[in-house]
């Protein structure tokens, strides 16, 4: 016997509005009207039963089981951050019909007159921040639907630790009600702000990112603010980042970043990726910051702490670039083997056969399947009206796999 259709309503921003002549007639014509109390009000003359909707398990158990006729109130379009995901995966597909509406986002941003076809889409509601925040900092258009937790105030905390703050922020409240607001500031403005529990926030980037001007691999060493030119050669950072492996939505750290030269190009070919830069000298810790603002770095978090004690609040890593150890490379292996994940990748640059041989035979001990790579570079410079080519010190690169347990 064929199950009676479950149907999926969105409602209007204000809430009759929207509402197509077929979406009125499957309403009048249901036995059962659930959705939250502002929408069951809309209906006041329903004459069916009406259920105020609660858990989505418990739903999900009375539609499994009924033959009445449902239909299901929501807010927009039910396919866009609503309730059919759910059931689209708990329930036959063909059971579900689904009439959609203006969504809060379309209606936001109408409101301020901005086009949105170029927008990421995200929402904390329910679902932790992290992953939005690594989608924000990759675009130049977002907008986010927030929850109590997960608030304006807590999003733009965690832009500006990310370094992230050159977003026009508009905060949208309390969108059809008579309270309806719209107020527009920026990341640090947010802060300022008592926001509505009923909000919608709209980034915008307010500055064309620096790699308009700038290569995605390759930048001059020149480029980059640097101590006593402690830096990651050009073509070294180009054989690592080739050894490493990156793909995009990894968590990376590099430890003793120096200059952040090798960060900031991993950050152009990971950018919803997450990336912790390592360094305890106050001097470097000064030019890394000049140049993360500079080429306009979105998701490196400076982490100024000496290693491995600084690791301890990191994320597990799927990939480790060790640049310098400060003495204490065995005590970083030893910490980063403990948290790398399985296929994980640590790339080391040895400048010395010291560091060569003990990198190499701590990395075999721990079970890693270990390569070696040595970066012997020249480089042309003029010599009066001739040019010849100057040796540079050799660079080892090693990479070593984490072989599965």
Partial sequence: MERQKIYLVGAGIKGWEGFSTKALGIIEKADMLVGHQRHLDIFKEFRGEKMVLGELPELLAILQKTEKRVAILSSGDPAFFGISRFLLRNLPKERIEIFPNVTSMQYAFAMIKEPWDDAIFVSVHGRGMQVAIDKIVASEKACVLTDRINTPAAIAKELIERGAEGYEVWLCEDLGLPSEKFTKTTVRGILELAASELNIMVLIRTYEPNLVQYPLIGIDDDEFHTSKKLI??????????????????????????????????????????????????????????????????????????????????????????????????????????????????????????????????FLEDHGYSVETVCVNIAKTRRLTDYKMFEAQNPVYVISATKEKS
Avoid: H
Avoid at 280 to 306: D, G, T, W
Avoid at 330 to 336: K, L, R, V
């Fill in 232 to 361: 990651t050669k050009l073509e070294v950072r180009a054989v690592t980042l080739a050894r490493l492996q990156l793909q995009d939505d990894l968590v990376l750290w590099d430890i003793g970043a120096g200059s952040c030269a090798v960060s900031i190009e991993a950050s152009n070919l990971m950018p919803n990726g997450r990336i912790y830069a390592v360094e305890q000298n106050p001097q470097c810790i000064c030019f890394i910051n000049e140049n993360l603002k500079k080429f306009s770095a979105r998701n490196i978090r400076l982490i100024e702490a000496s290693a491995p004690e600084g690791l301890d609040d990191l994320p597990d890593p799927d990939r480790i670039f060790i640049g310098g150890a400060g003495g204490r490379l065995e005590e970083i292996i030893e910490n980063a083997d403990r948290r790398l994940k399985p296929d994980g990748i640590i790339a080391i640059n040895a400048v010395t056969l010291d560091t060569l041989a003990k990198s190499i035979e």
